[in-house]
T-cell receptor, first 112, second 114 residues
Framework: DAGVTQSPTHLIKTRGQQVTLRCSPK?????VSWYQQALGQGPQFIFQ???????QRGNFPDRFSGHQFPNYSSELNVNALLLGDSALYLC???????????FGPGTRLTVT | DAKTTQPPSMDCAEGRAANLPCNHS???????VYWYRQIHSQGPQYIIH???NNETNEMASLIITEDRKSSTLILPHATLRDTAVYYC???????????????FGQGTILTVHP
C-alpha cells in the first residue's frame, strides 16, 4: 500500500520562473492538502483540494495555485518565483477533509 | 483555533519515558488536541488525538487535564528514532470550512540520548 508520494525530490529554479510540484495521495484517500515549510519553521497551510476543487486556502498569494485530478492526485504551481519561496513543500492526504493527515516526504525547492 | 505553547526543546534518555507538555488555556469545548511529529528530513507524522479522555495507541499516550487547559504526550520507552520535532495542535472537529487546515507552531525538539 503506497503512501503519499511527491515529485520531484529536489528542485532548483531561478527568480521569476514557474514551478510545478506533484503529489499522489495514499491509496483510498481523496483529499490533498499542501503546506510550505521554511527552514526552522513549522509547516504552513497553503490550500486543500477535495472533489477536484480548492476547498480552503491559507494566507498565500495568487501566485500559488493548484489542481486536483480525477484520480485524486494533485499539482501545486508557483508563478513568478521569489527567493522567499525557497522551502520544503509538503503534500498531505486524507480520507475527506480531515485533521488526521498522511504526509509525503516533501519537495525541496531552492530559488536562486 | 486555540493557541498552544510548547517548550522549545527537551532531552530524554533512551528507554525512559518522554513526557512532552502542551499548554492550551484558551481551548474551547469542541476543540481536540492533535499531536504530530516530524523526524528530520521527513514529512510530519500523525501520532494521536483526544478531546477530554486520556487516549493510548501503539505509538503514545495522551493525557489531557480535567480542565483541558493542558495536555502531555507520553512516549513510554523512548528510542533514538523518536528524536524529532513534536507539534501540539488544537483544532475543532465541528466541521466547516477550516476542516483539515492544520496550523503548526514551532513545536518541541525532543532529543533522545543513548
Amino acid at each position: 500500500d503506497a503512501g503519499v508520494t511527491q515529485s520531484p525530490t529536489h528542485l532548483i529554479k531561478t527568480r521569476g520562473q514557474q514551478v510545478t510540484l506533484r503529489c499522489s495521495p495514499k491509496s483510498g484517500h481523496d483529499t490533498v492538502s499542501w503546506y510550505q515549510q521554511a527552514l526552522g519553521q513549522g509547516p504552513q497551510f497553503i490550500f486543500q483540494y477535495y472533489e477536484e476543487e480548492e476547498r480552503q486556502r491559507g494566507n498565500f498569494p495568487d501566485r500559488f495555485s493548484g489542481h486536483q485530478f480525477p484520480n485524486y492526485s494533485s499539482e501545486l504551481n508557483v508563478n513568478a518565483l521569489l527567493l522567499g519561496d525557497s522551502a520544503l513543500y509538503l503534500c498531505a492526504s486524507s480520507s475527506g477533509p480531515a485533521h488526521e493527515q498522511y504526509f509525503g516526504p516533501g519537495t525541496r525547492l531552492t530559488v536562486t | 483555533d486555540a493557541k498552544t505553547t510548547q517548550p522549545p526543546s527537551m532531552d530524554c534518555a533512551e528507554g525512559r519515558a518522554a513526557n512532552l507538555p502542551c499548554n492550551h488555556s484558551t481551548i474551547s469545548g469542541n476543540e481536540y488536541v492533535y499531536w504530530y511529529r516530524q523526524i528530520h528530513s521527513q514529512g510530519p507524522q500523525y501520532i494521536i488525538h483526544g478531546l477530554k479522555n486520556n487516549e493510548t495507541n501503539e505509538m503514545a499516550s495522551l493525557i489531557i487535564t480535567e480542565d483541558r487547559k493542558s495536555s502531555t504526550l507520553i512516549l513510554p520507552h523512548a528510542t533514538l528514532r523518536d528524536t524529532a520535532v513534536y507539534y501540539c495542535i488544537v483544532i475543532s472537529n465541528a466541521g466547516g470550512t477550516s476542516y483539515g487546515k492544520l496550523t503548526f507552531g514551532q513545536g518541541t525538539i525532543l532529543t533522545v540520548h543513548p
